[in-house]
């Protein structure tokens, strides 16, 4: 009889793979850029866009009723995470332009390796041929060893 894995050895075995892992130090960094873009779209173009058209985004809102436990709709927080949004896609958009254009201009390992020709021409009807062959399938003149690629 077979002994299957626990459900705790599955989870430690699942939670080990590289993807997981991969996956979970993407989110931690991500969650620290979004606090990093949150950070200049609220402490430094927020206050500059308001410098210009007179509005602070964090102060627009529209209250629903007239009493005091009217609803709230904060449509400028809205639009700041909106902003917010389009800097994380620029500056994503960025970095990838700049890592795919690095990883074009690299070599790539194996490179510098010569692949061995396939094809040969026959020096009788000049037809690319196979390099192994031994009569060419075309004119079927017997190929020596002196015919080179």
């Known amino acids: 009889m077979k002994k299957t894995k626990g459900f705790f050895s599955e989870f430690k075995e699942f939670l080990s793979r ?8 993407g989110l931690i960094i991500g969650s620290a850029f979004t606090a990093i873009v949150t950070s ?6 927020s206050p500059l866009l ?12 529209v209250k ?12 400028g927080n809205f639009i700041t995470a909106v ?13 990838i332009k700049i890592v795919s254009h690095a990883a074009n ?11 061995e020709p396939t ?4 020096p009788y009807c000049k037809s690319e041929i196979d390099v192994t062959a031994t ?15």
Request: charged share 15%; with cysteine; aromatic share 6%.
């Open 40 to 45: 200049l779209n609220n402490d430094i173009i």
């Open 83 to 95: 902003i917010n949004f389009l800097i994380t896609g620029l500056v994503l958009f960025v970095i």
């Open 105 to 115: 201009k690299l070599p790539l390992i194996g490179d510098d390796e010569v692949a």
């Open 18 to 25: 590289g993807n997981v892992m991969d996956l979970a130090i």
């Open 64 to 75: 629903i009723g007239g009493n005091a436990n009217s609803p709230v709709i904060k449509y």
């Open 135 to 149: 009569r060419c399938p075309h004119c079927t003149s017997q190929l020596g060893e002196h015919t080179a690629a």
């Open 50 to 61: 308001g410098l210009f058209g007179g509005v602070d985004f964090s102060n627009l809102m």
């Open 119 to 122: 094809t040969k021409t026959c």
